[in-house]
């Protein structure tokens, strides 16, 4: 899996291959705020289990939670989740499908 960071080779808009560094994981579905990628999964906070977690939590006398409770995105939705690899002129949002591999020591 890639994350933030990665340097990759990817297929761009223009069917060329190209090369970049991601620099954020997005997602087309609003449901999916700050996506991360732990352990080579794709994961976003869940509300619903977060909060679920506080009222567990406070029942027993614990601490709320300082961070979300994050979940795998659903293989389903896989496809809603894009790379963004600036360059000079514009970004490009790549889809994981259109990455080839990472790329080492890349000259652009």
Same mark, same amino acid.
């Given at each position: #899996?890639?994350?933030?960071?990665?340097?990759?080779?990817?297929?761009?808009?223009?069917?060329? /291959? $190209? $090369?970049?560094? /991601?620099?954020?994981?997005?997602?087309? #579905?609003?449901?999916?705020?700050?996506?991360? =990628?732990?352990?080579? &999964? =794709? #994961?976003?906070?869940?509300?619903?289990?977060? &909060?679920? *977690?506080?009222?567990?939590?406070?029942?027993?006398?614990?601490?709320?939670?300082?961070?979300? =409770?994050? &979940?795998?995105?659903?293989?389903?939705? #896989?496809?809603?989740?894009?790379?963004?690899?600036?360059?000079?002129?514009? +970004? +490009?949002? &790549?889809?994981? *499908?259109?990455?080839?591999?990472? $790329?080492? +020591?890349? =000259?652009?």
């Amino acid at each position: #899996m890639y994350n933030v960071g990665d340097t990759v080779e990817y297929i761009n808009h223009v069917d060329k /291959i $190209a $090369a970049g560094t /991601i620099s954020e994981i997005n997602s087309s #579905m609003n449901s999916y705020g700050n996506i991360i =990628v732990k352990d080579d &999964v =794709v #994961m976003y906070p869940s509300k619903k289990l977060t &909060v679920k *977690e506080n009222k567990r939590r406070r029942k027993k006398g614990l601490s709320i939670l300082k961070t979300s =409770v994050y &979940v795998p995105v659903k293989s389903k939705n #896989m496809n809603s989740i894009y790379f963004t690899i600036p360059h000079r002129v514009s +970004d +490009d949002f &790549v889809l994981l *499908e259109d990455i080839i591999r990472k $790329a080492k +020591d890349v =000259v652009r």
